[in-house]
C-alpha cells in the first residue's frame, strides 16, 4: 500500500490545493442540460399511470417486462462494444433474435429503429400502436419525464439521456442510446446477459433502465467512498464514509472527466497517506 501512495505523493502536491472548499466547488462551467424536476402532484400521476400501463402489458404480454429503452437503442447494437465479450454475445444471439419493443409514437423513435421490423414483419412500437387510447395517454405522459434530458436513475447516479457531443460520455457502453421511453423486454436469459454487461442494472421508478452505467460504492483500506451525483445540480461529487463531500462538480465531457479525476486522486492520496503514513 505505502509504495502505491508514495507513486501518488507527486501528483498530490501538484493538484492537492486546487480548490478549498470542495463541498461548493463550482469553478466549472452548468452543464448543457438542466436537472429534470418532479413535482409532488406530477409523481402521483407517474404513479398511477405507470399501474395502468404496467397492468395492461401483464395481461396482454404476460411474459414481457416493462423497461425503459433509448430512442435509437436495439440489442444487437448495446453487443456490439469492443469491450463485451463476443463470445457471449454470440451465444447470446444464437437462439433468434432478441428485441426491445418500443412503447411510443412512430415519430419519437430514431430513423433507424423505426425502420425496423419484428419477425412478424410488425414495427417495433406496434404493442403501443394496438393499445387503447388511455393506455397511450398514459404511457405519452410517462414518456415526457423518462426521456427529459436531466432524468436521473432511482439511486441519484446515472443521467440516462445524456451523451456528450465530444463523444467522451455516452448513456449506453459505448453509444448514444437517444431519449429513454418506456418499451417492452421478453423474460428469457437474455436479461441477464444484458445485466452482466451493466444494462438494466439501474431503474427509474422501479423500471430497469437500458442504458449503462457503472456504480461505484467500494471500501478500500477501511475507508467507504462512493460516486454520487446532487440531485437538484446534477453535480458529481465523492462522498467518504458517508460525511465527508469532495470534488462537487459537474462532469460533461472530456476536460471535465478530468478535473474530476485530478481532484479525486488528490483527496484519494491524501486520505490514504494521513491513514498509513
Known amino acids: 500500500m505505502k509504495k502505491y ?18 463541498e461548493t466547488s463550482t469553478e466549472n462551467e452548468a452543464p448543457p442540460y438542466t436537472m429534470l424536476q418532479v413535482s409532488s402532484d406530477e409523481q402521483s400521476i407517474i404513479d398511477e399511470n405507470l399501474a395502468l400501463i404496467t397492468a395492461y ?31 457471449v ?21 430514431s430513423e433507424s429503429v ?6 412478424e414483419g410488425n414495427p417495433l412500437n406496434q404493442k403501443y400502436l394496438d393499445a387503447p387510447a388511455n393506455i397511450k395517454d398514459a404511457i405519452d405522459y410517462v414518456n415526457q419525464f423518462a426521456g427529459h434530458e436531466g432524468a436521473i436513475d432511482d439511486s441519484s447516479i446515472f443521467i440516462f439521456n445524456y451523451s456528450s457531443d465530444d463523444g467522451e460520455i455516452h448513456n449506453g457502453k459505448c453509444q448514444d442510446l437517444g431519449a429513454h421511453q418506456l418499451g417492452l423486454f421478453e423474460n428469457t ?22 442504458g449503462n452505467v457503472v456504480l461505484v460504492d467500494v471500501t478500500i483500506g477501511g475507508i ?5 451525483i446532487d440531485e437538484d445540480n446534477g453535480k458529481f ?36 497517506i494521513e491513514k498509513y503514513f
Open 5 to 22: 501512495l508514495l507513486m501518488l505523493l507527486p501528483l498530490l502536491f501538484f493538484i492537492g490545493c486546487e480548490e478549498d472548499n470542495p
Open 57 to 87: 402489458y401483464e395481461d396482454a404480454y404476460p411474459d414481457h417486462s416493462l423497461i425503459l429503452v433509448g430512442d435509437s437503442e436495439t440489442l444487437v447494437d448495446d453487443m456490439s462494444c469492443d469491450s463485451h465479450d463476443q463470445e
Open 89 to 109: 454475445v454470440e451465444q447470446m444471439l444464437s437462439g433468434g433474435n432478441p428485441m426491445f419493443f418500443h412503447l411510443t409514437p412512430t415519430e419519437d423513435l
Open 114 to 119: 423505426a425502420a425496423m421490423v419484428d419477425p
Open 189 to 210: 436469459n437474455v436479461v441477464s446477459t444484458l445485466n452482466d454487461a451493466d444494462y438494466g442494472t439501474s431503474t427509474w421508478n422501479g423500471l430497469p433502465i437500458y
Open 224 to 228: 467507504n467512498w462512493k460516486l454520487k
Open 237 to 272: 461529487f465523492l462522498r467518504k464514509n458517508e460525511n465527508t463531500i469532495y470534488c462537487k462538480r459537474w462532469v460533461y465531457n472530456q476536460a471535465t472527466i478530468i478535473s474530476f479525476l485530478e481532484c479525486s486522486v488528490a483527496y484519494l492520496a491524501a486520505s490514504y
